[in-house]
DNA sequence: CTGAAAGCGCTTACAG
DNA sequence: CTGAAAGCGCTTACAG
């Protein structure tokens, strides 16, 4: 490959030079800027970002940790992030973490070797030695998804489990229903934590909350528990009119048990979901649900950090997003009955 | 950030003592390591990636150019590229094409500068720029699920579409049917021509093909294009007892037809797919399709470039890939009627 | 407007 | 076993 020296060589000129011509700066006269790109073109020269990126202390390129790239809801996120941060030039960089406390903290090891020029995190464990790490890092972060731990002084951008809860709830208590049941995530989890805590709190406020036996905590976040999860509330309270599972997969695991069982749906209950993910839409689903609206997210999230690389001493506000209800066939009203 | 100068003042000794002592050279004595070490750790040092990539002309970064991410077949194949590659110290970066010529350009242009040490690609527009510059490409490069055109002598990994094709309308037949459409492809698409041209070829053998008739090409790959494909082959021949879809999209929007018109999958017709996405597991769906076994296809992918990246002179044999025959509910034999 | 020089943070022959 | 020096491919004050 040729680089700067094979250039200003070739053009009898000093690589100060070529590099000022193909940098666009102003001191250079307009024959030679043309002489040099003529010449970048004929030697098929690409500028060594390597070496660029050393001296300049700046890599255009920006790490994104994510618990899993399949994961369609991630990967929607990841699109948004990309999306924008490519408009300003910068190549991201996905590190799956696979939800493995030890691969996010090599993420950040490299995100720092590599001299990433920020970071938008999604960490599922915030261990003394994990926000240590963070704590001590030359470089913009942003959270994801995530909140900030208070230790930190970082912008998030998420979504409002807790008021989202809210709203599906009371779009069942307005379709009439009475009895709702809800399908939660594993304990561990603060989203989860936080969509129970809104559909406690309102079914509270009507006095129509019994915990005993219209709460059912899956042990995963996936299909199959959402099966088995259904069956469990089921047996628990079979006069539940709708049910709102804390994520679609759950949802959808409930309406394959439901299904089975030849209980139609919203004939003879209601599901509601959490998320859209695509799968929401199949003919066969139809799961009315709370959006999270990933594009927004995503670019709202590239945006603080473009802001926090460009002014390294302020740290703008987080962002908490409102989930949207989309309504699709799975809950019906009760209302004329 | 402390650098390896201020490690070496702190110990008063060389900066290169330094440099081989974590580098592990052998010849340094087993006491100035220990004490490098240990400074290393005091300062929280962590060595400069991008220096280091300067000079060793190796960046331990390859790039990954994928369609859309989030994709799930692609995402899949991308989590096997990164795993095998993650073990052997890499970072994988994807490039999102969105199927757009310039980006799968701008990629290669980006790769160039930012000097990757390999390519694993999945281009679509492979125009007579694209393949000069992957010629003068100074860079080991492996195709995965394409084929490389003629003029580059680059390895690729794929499926042989044409044989699974081939093992679908087999399987087919020997539950019994004689009636069995085709929904393709777009035929742009050189997967969608093999698949069909397997369909085409078995059914030819068996003198069951009917071209007007039996075979429906597809606006596009996605569900909706299904359901439209689907009404069309209905209308044409409602006879038919078997559809086989060239892709599972295609089947899965066949499929939501054919719900619609309360036409029973598989009492009165079969459907087969191709690719085995997840979707086709749902409880409504259980679709009958071919595997595309993208763990295989990624990780052996990614042992061609390793081996190209080792000795550079080289260029180790494609490998074509046999799908694999996933059965569920939706295909019945008519053998007992 | 242009060139010579220093330097980004490392590694690696070359001496000793 | 260790150090001084050169150099990877650029950029950027500093002179002129």
């Given at each position: 490959?040729a680089?700067?020296?094979?250039?200003a060589?070739?053009?009898?000129?000093?690589?100060?030079?070529v590099?000022?011509a193909?940098n666009?700066?102003?001191?250079?006269?307009?024959?030679?800027?043309?002489?040099?790109?003529?010449?970048?073109?004929?030697?098929n020269y690409r500028p060594?970002?390597?070496a660029?990126?050393l001296?300049?202390?700046?890599?255009?390129?920006?790490?994104?940790?994510?618990?899993e790239?399949?994961?369609?809801f991630?990967?929607?996120?990841?699109?948004a992030?990309e999306?924008t941060?490519?408009g300003?030039?910068?190549?991201?960089?996905?590190?799956?973490?696979?939800?493995?406390?030890?691969k996010?903290?090599q993420?950040?090891a490299?995100a720092?070797?590599?001299q990433f020029d920020?970071l938008?995190?999604?960490?599922?464990?915030?261990d003394?030695?994990?926000?240590e790490?963070?704590s001590?890092?030359?470089?913009?972060v942003?959270?994801?998804?995530?909140?900030?731990?208070?230790e930190l002084?970082?912008?998030?951008v998420?979504?409002?489990?807790?008021?989202?809860?809210?709203v599906?709830?009371n779009?069942l208590?307005?379709?009439?229903?009475k009895?709702i049941?809800f399908?939660g995530?594993?304990e561990s989890?603060?989203?989860g934590?936080q969509?129970?805590?809104?559909?406690?709190?309102?079914m509270r406020?009507?006095?129509?909350?019994s915990e005993?036996?219209?709460?059912?905590?899956a042990?995963?976040r996936?299909?199959p528990n959402?099966?088995k999860a259904?069956?469990e509330?089921?047996e628990?309270?079979?006069h539940?009119?709708a049910?709102?599972?804390?994520?679609?997969?759950?949802?959808?695991g409930?309406?394959?048990w439901l299904?089975?069982?030849?209980?139609k749906v919203?004939?003879?209950?209601?599901?509601?979901?959490f998320?859209?993910l695509?799968y929401a839409?199949?003919?066969w689903?139809?799961?009315?649900?709370m959006?999270?609206?990933?594009?927004r997210?995503?670019?709202?999230?590239?945006?603080?950090?473009?802001q926090?690389i460009?002014?390294k001493?302020?740290?703008p506000?987080?962002d908490l997003i409102?989930?949207?209800l989309i309504e699709?066939?799975s809950c019906?009203?009760l209302?004329?009955t």
């Amino acid at each position: 490959m040729a680089n700067i020296k094979d250039i200003a060589k070739h053009l009898g000129v000093a690589v100060s030079t070529v590099s000022r011509a193909m940098n666009n700066h102003p001191d250079v006269s307009e024959e030679t800027k043309q002489q040099v790109m003529e010449a970048i073109r004929a030697f098929n020269y690409r500028p060594n970002a390597i070496a660029r990126g050393l001296i300049r202390k700046k890599t255009f390129t920006i790490g994104l940790m994510i618990p899993e790239i399949s994961d369609p809801f991630f990967s929607g996120l990841a699109r948004a992030v990309e999306r924008t941060l490519f408009g300003h030039g910068y190549q991201v960089v996905y590190g799956n973490t696979d939800r493995n406390p030890d691969k996010e903290k090599q993420f950040i090891a490299n995100a720092i070797e590599r001299q990433f020029d920020g970071l938008i995190i999604t960490p599922d464990f915030l261990d003394a030695t994990f926000i240590e790490m963070l704590s001590s890092l030359e470089m913009p972060v942003v959270f994801l998804r995530r909140r900030t731990p208070q230790e930190l002084s970082m912008p998030y951008v998420d979504v409002d489990h807790y008021q989202a809860a809210t709203v599906a709830v009371n779009y069942l208590l307005e379709l009439g229903h009475k009895k709702i049941g809800f399908i939660g995530m594993p304990e561990s989890s603060f989203t989860g934590t936080q969509r129970l805590l809104g559909y406690k709190d309102t079914m509270r406020k009507y006095g129509l909350l019994s915990e005993s036996t219209d709460i059912v905590v899956a042990e995963g976040r996936h299909i199959p528990n959402g099966r088995k999860a259904m069956s469990e509330l089921y047996e628990q309270n079979p006069h539940l009119t709708a049910v709102f599972a804390a994520n679609d997969l759950l949802g959808i695991g409930s309406l394959e048990w439901l299904a089975k069982r030849d209980i139609k749906v919203p004939e003879q209950i209601s599901v509601m979901g959490f998320d859209n993910l695509e799968y929401a839409e199949l003919h066969w689903i139809q799961l009315t649900t709370m959006e999270q609206p990933t594009h927004r997210m995503g670019s709202k999230a590239a945006e603080l950090l473009l802001q926090m690389i460009a002014d390294k001493t302020q740290t703008p506000p987080s962002d908490l997003i409102e989930a949207r209800l989309i309504e699709r066939q799975s809950c019906q009203s009760l209302k004329r009955t």
